[in-house]
C-alpha cells in the first residue's frame, strides 16, 4: 500500500472517530433534550479537546495496527484525564465487514467509564460504530457421505 493511500486511510478513519465523540459530547452537553443525562456523569464528559485528541489516536492506533489482546494507554499530562483501549474480539459480520469490539476504559475528574463497541470497516479505511454487527456463522464442511450399511 503506497504512502499516500495510507494517509488518505488514517485520515477518514480519524474524521469517523472524530464524529463518533463529537456525537457523545454534543449529546452530554444537551442532556435534558436528548435524555442522555446520566452521561454527566462519566469521563468524557469532563474531556477537553485535548483529552479527545489523545483517545482518538489511541483508537485509531488500535484500528490501524493493533490486533486481539493489544492496547493502547493514553494520559493528558494537562489534564486528570487518561485511558485504555484494547481490542477483545476481531470477526467478519454477516454483512462481510471486517469488524473489532474496542474495550475502552476512561478517568477524568474521579470519573471511571467502562464501554466495548463493535467498529466495522464498511469501506476501506472507512471504521464506523456498529452496535448491532454480528459474526459470520462458520463455514460448516459438507459431511461426509456415510457407507451404507450392509444390513437392511
Same mark, same amino acid.
Given at each position: 500500500?503506497g504512502?499516500? !493511500?495510507s %494517509?488518505?486511510?488514517?485520515?477518514?478513519?480519524m474524521r !469517523?472517530?472524530?464524529?463518533?465523540?463529537?456525537? +457523545?459530547?454534543s449529546?452530554?452537553?444537551?442532556?435534558?433534550?436528548?435524555?442522555?443525562? +446520566?452521561m454527566?456523569?462519566t469521563?468524557?464528559? $469532563? +474531556?477537553?479537546?485535548? /483529552?479527545?485528541?489523545l483517545?482518538r489516536?489511541?483508537?485509531l492506533s488500535?484500528?490501524? $495496527?493493533?490486533?486481539v &489482546?493489544?492496547?493502547?494507554e493514553w494520559?493528558?499530562?494537562?489534564?486528570t484525564?487518561?485511558?485504555k483501549i484494547r481490542?477483545?474480539?476481531?470477526?467478519e459480520? !454477516?454483512?462481510? +465487514?471486517r469488524?473489532?469490539?474496542?474495550?475502552? /476504559?476512561?478517568s477524568?475528574? &474521579?470519573?471511571?467509564?467502562?464501554?466495548?463497541?463493535a467498529?466495522? %470497516?464498511? $469501506?476501506p479505511?472507512d471504521?464506523?460504530? $456498529?452496535?448491532g454487527?454480528?459474526?459470520?456463522?462458520?463455514?460448516?464442511?459438507?459431511s461426509?457421505?456415510?457407507?451404507?450399511s450392509?444390513?437392511?
Amino acid at each position: 500500500m503506497g504512502r499516500g !493511500t495510507s %494517509e488518505r486511510r488514517r485520515c477518514r478513519v480519524m474524521r !469517523t472517530l472524530a464524529a463518533t465523540i463529537a456525537v +457523545f459530547a454534543s449529546s452530554v452537553a444537551a442532556p435534558a433534550t436528548a435524555n442522555l443525562s +446520566f452521561m454527566a456523569n462519566t469521563p468524557i464528559a $469532563h +474531556f477537553n479537546e485535548e /483529552d479527545v485528541r489523545l483517545l482518538r489516536e489511541a483508537a485509531l492506533s488500535m484500528l490501524l $495496527h493493533g490486533e486481539v &489482546g493489544a492496547s493502547s494507554e493514553w494520559r493528558n499530562p494537562n489534564s486528570t484525564a487518561s485511558g485504555k483501549i484494547r481490542i477483545t474480539k476481531a470477526f467478519e459480520s !454477516t454483512e462481510g +465487514f471486517r469488524c473489532e469490539v474496542l474495550r475502552i /476504559d476512561n478517568s477524568a475528574e &474521579g470519573w471511571n467509564g467502562r464501554a466495548s463497541y463493535a467498529v466495522c %470497516e464498511i $469501506h476501506p479505511g472507512d471504521w464506523k460504530l $456498529h452496535p448491532g454487527a454480528k459474526p459470520k456463522p462458520p463455514e460448516t464442511k459438507p459431511s461426509e457421505k456415510q457407507p451404507e450399511s450392509p444390513i437392511k
